[in-house]
């Protein structure tokens, strides 16, 4: 599980891509992402789809700001990402992963 960030600055937004290892699911069938950015909503979740062994999907987001982030598995399982940036409490008790759009110094800027 890993998140890839390529910031552009010219554009305030931030290009986060989200990785979940196939090889840490492989019955699943159906990953989607869900967070801040679409709203937690059932209609919007961001299908992500296999590629270099990876389930991936690429969001854009205005850069400034913290957004909480979880995994959906087969509409069943939630997941959290193993490398987010940071944790926080769900309002249902569990905790969610955050992806933080703030550009460091170790990111890629374009």
Same mark, same amino acid.
């Given at each position: 599980?890993s998140?890839?960030?390529?910031?552009?600055? *010219? %554009?305030?937004t931030v290009?986060?891509?989200?990785?979940?290892?196939e090889e !840490?699911?492989? /019955?699943?069938?159906?990953? #989607?992402?869900?967070?801040?950015?679409?709203?937690?909503?059932? *209609? %919007?979740g961001?299908?992500?789809?296999v590629?270099?062994?990876e389930?991936? !999907?690429?969001? /854009?987001?205005?850069?400034? #700001?913290?957004?909480q982030?979880r995994?959906?598995?087969?509409?069943?399982v939630?997941?959290?990402?193993?490398e987010?940036?940071?944790?926080?409490?769900?309002?249902?008790?569990s905790?969610n992963?955050?992806?933080m759009?703030?550009?460091?110094?170790?990111?890629?800027?374009l």
């Open positions: 599980m998140l890839k960030k390529q910031f552009f600055d *010219a %554009k305030h290009k986060v891509t989200f990785c979940l290892p !840490a699911f492989k /019955e699943a069938k159906e990953v #989607k992402v869900f967070g801040d950015f679409n709203n937690w909503e059932s *209609a %919007k961001i299908p992500m789809k590629k270099n062994g389930f991936q !999907a690429t969001v /854009e987001l205005d850069t400034g #700001k913290e957004y982030f995994y959906l598995i087969d509409n069943k939630w997941e959290n990402d193993a987010a940036d940071n944790y926080v409490p769900s309002p249902f008790g905790m992963s955050v992806v759009a703030f550009p460091e110094k170790t990111d890629l800027q």
